[in-house]
């Protein structure tokens, strides 16, 4: 496919692709570096937090006696992790119902699967969900005695799951700028360029999250 | 503009594709929890592969699949897995570095 200067003129490259779609890969293996950095200080800090709480061992502090149990939780952590999964399916729902937009729905499974609507709300009540699971999680380990400047895995801890934390709610404005968006005009296979840049970064965001959750809460 | 990028969209999967990728995700995610709570598991050598590799697969089922890398322009795969490597890379050097792995010369001697 060979592209004109009109093409490149409206928002597509000598490459034949367009240009949003490239700087957001960019982005992305960008940000691949940014998290590969937080995940390495995360485990090269592990087991060498002179006090606790610590992760997966309970602590006995010398001076109060006082035993803090293990701090994560996994079956929340757990839960939080399908919930965001699962978002990721709803997110490629989503683009596929705004790709389809024009194509005629018969039956009322096609004309579910075809709400982009529905879909973009899903992904985004999902992304708050995972973020409700976050805060309770950050909200407890405080409780229990865990903060960023208890010890070297609390500051890990906590920079690296607030990072990533940060980013989804990024990503959760971003769904619901977009789903005004389509409750203002509607969202069509025009958009489609739009959307598909959102659900990668969006996946993105999942894909993080997967590596974290094996990394961090899973290996002990 | 948009008929390109339709091109592209028509490569992209089915509906009931997505559906199996999420259970498939679901799947793993459920096997790796299992593992954590096999105390007899845990302990051997095998557990920490095990789960590396369980996670690798799920990462790469997400980008194939969902981030459609699997079906578009070769350069989207060169801009991702680029930085990735590097980004690998930078890792287990850091790991190294900080006496996390080791070799053990005396092994190779």
Known sequence: MTATAADVGHGYTTTGLPHRKIAIWAFIGSECMLFASLISTYLIYKGRSIAGPFPHEAWTDPSTHHVYKAILNIPVTSCSTFVLLMSSLAMVLALAAVENRDVPKHTLGDRILGSSKLWLFTTAALGATFLSFQAYEFTSFVHEGLTIRTNLFGSSFFTLTGFHGAHVTAGVLWLLTMLGIDFKRGLGPKDALNVDIMALYWHFVDVVWIAIFTLIYLIK | ?109
């Open chain 2, 1 to 109: 503009m948009s008929d390109a990028h339709a091109e592209h969209a028509e490569h992209h999967p089915t509906w009931s594709t997505y559906w199996k990728v999420a259970l498939i995700l679901t799947v793993i995610t459920v096997i790796e929890v299992w593992c954590y709570y096999l105390p007899a598991f845990v302990a051997t050598p095998y557990f920490v592969p095990t789960l590396l590799i369980l996670s690798a697969v799920k990462f790469a089922i997400v980008v194939l699949f969902y981030m459609h890398l699997k079906y578009d322009a070769k350069l989207y795969r060169v801009l991702f897995t680029g930085p990735f490597l590097v980004a690998m890379a930078t890792i287990i050097v850091l790991m190294f570095l900080f006496g996390k792995f080791a070799i053990h010369l005396s092994l190779l001697t």
